[in-house]
């Protein structure tokens, strides 16, 4: 997408390939060069260009638009040589994020189509990435979490978690207490989970999908024991938390700690966190 300046790309699997997308930030402007070359020798003739900047919504095989803004940038006439067009969208206004998940994806392109006579076409999409960057400032202040796991005569143990909200590149600090440990315990982990919730009310569909796990303990602890927990979440390639997408589909984020016992029995609680860019 050249508009003169080197531009960050981001690295996304695209139908199993992996392909480089230029990346913008929502709000920025999207200024491009299109160019239309005619066969070798021959004129082409057209019924007009236009370029559209396009977005997304894909969940299955349903999609649905919710950006659609047309630029014509050439009437119907004849090409004789290669011709290069500019186009701009100064303040496209592209309020969601890109995202690719495991039953939906957010997708940006600009498609370009080149009308031939009799209702036929050139079309050629450039798909591309946006990213939405929050101030920490501007964030509800965390809260911390903090929660007991009991089994009844058997097993006691309190957990705490410093806050609730976390910037990608955060750090998960926390610590587990046992009071009573009457189960033979060989170890514990803290997993990372997401669960995409697509549509609403009851015919809302969740899929789950566990993005990363880190061992905090190996072995039985003993009463009284307290295990400290340092979770770096960056190399995990989170997303930000979203409440509602285009009244489509939601993304959080959880935090599961899971027990596992010497007859590999799993104990587990889960704690939702809020995640921003």
Known sequence: MPDGVPRRTVTVDAGGNREEWAAYETGEPIVAEVRVSPPPGKRL?????????????????????????????????????????????????????????????VLYQLRIRVGLAMGARIERKLPFWVSRYE??????????????????ECLHLNFEYTKNRYHLRDVVVGK???????????????EIKRRETVGSGPAAMNETTLMGRFSIMDGAPARGEQIPIRLFLEPYRLTPSYANVNNRFAVSYFLNLVLVDEEDRRYFKQQEIFLYR
Request: overall charge negative; proline content about 6%; hydrophobic content about 40%.
């Open 45 to 105: 003739d057209h019924k007009g260009i236009r370029v559209t900047l396009q977005g997304r919504v894909v969940t299955g095989g349903d999609k649905a638009d919710f950006m659609n803004i047309v630029r014509d940038i050439a009437l119907p006439g004849s090409l004789l040589q290669p011709t290069a067009f500019s186009v701009a969208f100064q303040s496209p206004g592209m309020e969601h994020e890109s995202y690719q998940g495991a039953a939906v994806q």
């Open 135 to 152: 101030s920490a400032v501007e964030q509800p202040p965390g809260q911390p979490l903090r929660m007991e796991v009991g089994i009844e």
């Open 176 to 190: 587990i207490h046992f009071g009573l440990v009457r189960i033979a315990l060989k170890s514990m982990e803290v």
